[in-house]
């Protein structure tokens, strides 16, 4: 798309670790670090691809997967920096996009 000629869109935090990825994700959306496309979705993924929580303007606040890790420790790359990737949904239904990550990870 013409209006993502910059991508990746890259950030760079200093948070504490002890804030774990519900908090860092809110810290994030504090920030407005993700773009506002109307109801727009995201998927919150570590460094291996695995999804962690779902991203939704329609929710007040992040929903981690079950059995995701929480702790920051678990994105950190070999020079010690914690890497997490947004996987954008569009309009999506969060509720759908949750339900078919929970299905695909083997959970209720």
């Known amino acids: 798309m013409g209006d993502d000629v910059l991508a990746p869109h890259e950030g760079t935090w200093e948070l504490p670790e002890q804030l774990g ?3 860092v994700l809110a ?3 504090l920030d407005r670090y993700l773009p506002v496309v109307g109801l727009s979705t995201w998927v919150a993924r570590g ?3 695995a999804a962690l ?4 303007r ?3 606040k992040p929903r981690m997967l079950p059995g995701a ?5 678990g994105l950190m790359d070999a020079d010690g920096v914690a890497r997490l990737y947004f996987e954008y949904r569009a ?3 969060p509720d759908v996009i949750y339900d078919d990550l929970c299905e ?5």
């Open 104 to 108: 695909a990870q083997g959970q209720p």
């Open 69 to 73: 890790r929480d702790d920051v420790a």
């Open 27 to 29: 810290a994030l959306e």
């Open 58 to 60: 329609r929710w007040r």
């Open 47 to 49: 460094p291996d691809g």
């Open 91 to 93: 309009q999506a239904d």
């Open 53 to 56: 929580a779902v991203v939704a």
């Open 21 to 23: 990825i519900p908090g």
